[in-house]
């Protein structure tokens, strides 16, 4: 869709500087000046480190046709872009800005149903679920990569092609009131949530917080929305209508919940499931009844769960329930996310875009259920997990409990960064309770169980140190999990290691 200067000014209350009649498309809109295409609207944002006002002039090079501005600028850059014929539109906060256009552009011009996905593990993964099932009825469009947050949502909406029938939009928080101003962009019709978990709990301060600062996706809902909650997730699973309203969240407004699981209450429940190391299998019910069969060739319990959410929005949606469980059996892992490659006859789990203790401890469990060829080993490569709050020094040593108490398979652990010291500490603490010997060096254990089995753990501080670890030690016949916070580089060894 082509927009004007002048029509995006009055849409966000901002005001014309220079250019009014200069147009932009709502496909192309940059918040990286080396990014911004010919005819994109640039927008910068003041970070922490970087003010991208300093790369207006950069993005108009690079083809940006107009620009959001909340600073005044040169007269020689005004003289420029007059020259160049860019338009400039002056605001007092250019993520505001973005994000009024956004629910502008939303309200005028996609008229098609949005399904909104949050949660505090597996938004992503479970993103690409619903829009592989809801394309079994749809033409669908969904959030591209990581573009969940207060900047990706609204250039999400609006990159929505005039073709969609539907949209399957991610929305990410860290803090309290964004998602209130993201539901204000998507004004979703159906929201799905996945896990409640701890990631930003250093921000919003407890479990009860994230959850219901993730309600508030509910705020620009319509009357009667529908809200799928994981059954399986302790805090969700007590949701109602009634305690919605009680957090102050959409008073007044009908909200029809829908539970997903393996609990006897779920409405979307999956039966007889059969696991194995390539993926699953369960026969999925709805109220009760035996609707159809879903096979997975993604592995892990998990996915199971991200499959049962996928099933029950597309089914309200308006998608043969059949037909949506069918087309995820086509469903690969993302990059970065669970994919399983295999190269040398070394399988590698990168799971290490990003880290929280419920997908570490899931990752885990797939792992331990992979049958490894021959006589190879089973090894975790774990890095901190970050933002967890004062209590960041329990989690991870409950993720070494873990391992010894729930993962009996794995038998090599390598650790990286200082935070993961601790779950060293919790592996020899748990270690110790089943009456195993433990021998200590410098920063590693080597661990025998009573029933004969083995547990390695090293732990590194030095990145060049752990991969050339991680390559040494690592042959043909093994399988290594990488599962790590983003900014701890896990995913480039996992790359590495395969090859890539």
């Not at 949506?324 to 295999?342: M, N, P, Q, T, V």
């Not at 989690?395 to 935070?419: C, N």
Request: charged letters at 25%; aromatic letters at 6%.
């Amino acid at each position: 869709m082509i927009l004007t200067v002048k029509e995006a000014a009055e849409a966000i209350g901002g005001k014309v500087i220079v250019g009014e009649n200069v147009s932009f498309n709502s496909e192309s809109i940059a918040t990286d000046s080396n990014k911004a295409a010919e005819g994109a609207l640039f927008i910068p944002v003041i970070g922490a480190r970087v003010d991208g006002h300093r790369f207006i002039e950069g993005a108009f090079d690079n083809g940006a046709s107009c620009t959001l501005t909340s600073k005044a600028l040169s007269k020689e850059l005004l003289a420029k872009a007059k020259a160049e014929q860019k338009g400039i539109i002056m605001t007092e906060d250019n993520v505001a800005a973005l994000q009024r256009l956004g629910a502008f552009f939303r309200e005028k011009y996609v008229h098609i149903p949005y399904i909104g996905v949050t949660g505090s593990v597996g938004k992503t993964t479970t993103r690409e679920m619903i829009a592989c099932a809801v394309s079994a009825g749809f033409d669908t469009y969904s959030t591209k990569g990581n573009a969940n947050s207060q900047t990706g949502v609204p250039i999400t909406v609006m990159a929505t092609p005039e073709s969609a029938g539907i949209g399957v939009i991610e929305m990410g928080i860290s803090e309290f009131g964004e998602m209130h101003r993201l539901s204000e962009v998507v004004k979703c019709d159906m929201a799905v949530m996945t896990v409640i978990g701890i990631s930003h709990i250093a921000n919003l301060g407890s479990q009860e917080n994230i959850m219901k600062e993730k309600l508030h996706i509910l705020d620009d809902m319509p009357d009667g929305a529908r809200l799928f909650l994981n059954g399986d997730d302790p805090l969700l699973k007590e949701l109602s209508e009634e305690k919605i309203h009680a957090y102050g969240i959409a008073e007044g407004k009908r909200i029809k919940i829908s539970f997903y699981g393996t609990g006897d209450d779920a409405e979307y429940k999956a039966v007889n499931i059969k696991e194995s190391s390539d993926g699953s299998e369960f026969d999925v019910y709805v109220n009760g009844r035996m609707e159809t069969h879903a096979k997975l060739f993604v592995p892990g319990t998990h996915m199971i769960l991200n499959a049962l959410a996928a099933i029950a929005s597309a089914f309200a949606a308006g998608v043969d329930i059949t037909k949506a469980a069918e087309a995820l059996s086509s469903f690969k892992s993302l990059d970065g996310r669970g994919e399983i490659c295999e190269s040398r006859g070394i399988k590698v789990i990168n799971d290490a875009y990003n880290a929280a203790p419920q997908s570490v401890k899931a990752g885990l469990r797939v792992l331990n259920g992979i049958q490894s060829e021959g006589h190879g080993r089973h090894t975790a490569v774990l890095a901190d997990m970050l933002e967890l709050g004062d209590e960041e020094v329990f989690y991870h040593e409950d993720i070494g409990r873990f391992i010894v108490s729930e993962t009996p398979k794995i038998d090599k652990v390598m650790l990286y960064g200082k935070l993961s010291s601790h779950i060293l500490e919790g592996i020899r603490n748990e270690a110790l309770k089943y009456g195993a010997s433990v021998k200590e060096a410098s920063e590693s254990l080597n661990i025998d169980f009573n029933n004969g089995r083995c547990l390695d753990v090293q732990h590194l501080s030095d990145f060049e140190e752990l991969s050339k670890t991680v390559k040494a030690e690592t042959k043909a016949g093994d399988t290594v999990f990488f599962k790590g916070s983003n900014s701890m580089k896990l995913w480039s060894m996992a790359k590495e290691l395969i090859g890539e």
